[in-house]
Nanobody
Framework: QVHLVESGGGLVQAGGSLRLSCVVSANIFSINAMGWYRQAPGKQRELVARIPSIGSIMYADYVKGRFTISRDNAKKTMYLQMNSLKPEDTAVYYC?????????WGQGTQVTVSS
């Protein structure tokens, strides 16, 4: 069983920064891709950024230039550096991993951006 544990959410003022972390309990060589999704109240879960083991990093248009996704394979950890945060970035952020082509989700971490 693969487990994903997120951390780093919180309350920040508009224009501020946060860094989310996601630790994955999987063989690093079995991970096909990892990513961050978010879900705001009353809205569907949406992709924020994705980092495959092979291929290019992908960002949603609304975070390009503000958010940076990265991975540290030695620490089995994925990060999301979020800068220039806006109130509309307020959501629960979920870590996602595709491991041996099976999908796994973290429990989510709340990010709240005040205006």
């Amino acid at each position: 069983q693969v487990h994903l544990v997120e951390s780093g959410g919180g309350l920040v003022q508009a224009g501020g920064s946060l860094r989310l972390s996601c630790v994955v309990s999987a063989n690093i060589f079995s991970i096909n891709a990892m990513g961050w999704y978010r879900q705001a109240p009353g809205k569907q879960r949406e992709l924020v950024a994705r980092i495959p083991s092979i291929g290019s990093i992908m960002y949603a248009d609304y975070v390009k230039g503000r958010f940076t996704i990265s991975r540290d394979n030695a620490k089995k950890t994925m990060y999301l550096q979020m800068n220039s945060l806006k109130p509309e970035d307020t959501a629960v952020y979920y870590c996602h991993a595709l491991v041996d082509l099976q999908t796994y989700w973290g429990q989510g971490t709340q990010v709240t951006v005040s205006s």
